[in-house]
């Protein structure tokens, strides 16, 4: 089966409707389809789906990552703590800003997975990303933490 690559998802031809969908159907998928809808949250899931778009994208820095999730308006990352091992970026205004508190609940995953993916494929080595802090568990923005294995 031939796949689709991250350059195939930037073809948009609609000329009525354009290229934007509004972020109550972005957040139906994720948070009642996948995270109600699936076996433990999805987690599983969205891991995999998440690192297989980290690695297509096409970026070739923490940098360049950062700038694209700024861009596809998947929030405002900024580097919050950066040593030899561990990176920590804080992500403004990311999609869940808004729902409803769920204290315990950390729900965007899927980000986390895309920034390994990215980060495992331009680094060459095994990178995990863990959220950390999440809107909807009441914190002030969702955080992630880097480690460069």
């Given at each position: ?8 998802m ?46 297509s994208?096409p ?11 700024r ?71 969702c ?7």
């Amino acid at each position: 089966m031939q796949g689709f690559s991250y350059e195939d998802m930037q073809q948009i031809d609609r000329a009525e409707l354009g290229d934007q969908v509004p972020l109550e159907l972005f957040r139906t998928i994720r948070l009642i389809g996948m995270y109600q809808g699936l076996p433990m949250g999805g987690r599983g899931t969205t891991l995999t789906i998440g690192r297989k778009i980290g690695e297509s994208l096409p970026v070739r820095s923490l940098e360049e990552l950062l700038a694209l999730f700024r861009k596809l308006k998947i929030g405002i990352p900024s580097i919050v703590h950066r040593d030899d091992r561990i990176v920590r970026v804080a992500v403004e205004d990311c999609f869940c800003k808004g729902l409803p508190v769920l204290e315990e609940k950390l729900v965007c995953d899927l980000e986390g997975a895309i920034m390994e993916g990215a980060l495992t494929r331009i680094s060459g080595q095994r990178v995990t990303v863990k959220e950390i802090k999440c809107n909807v568990n009441g914190d002030d923005c969702c955080e992630y933490e880097i480690r460069f294995n």
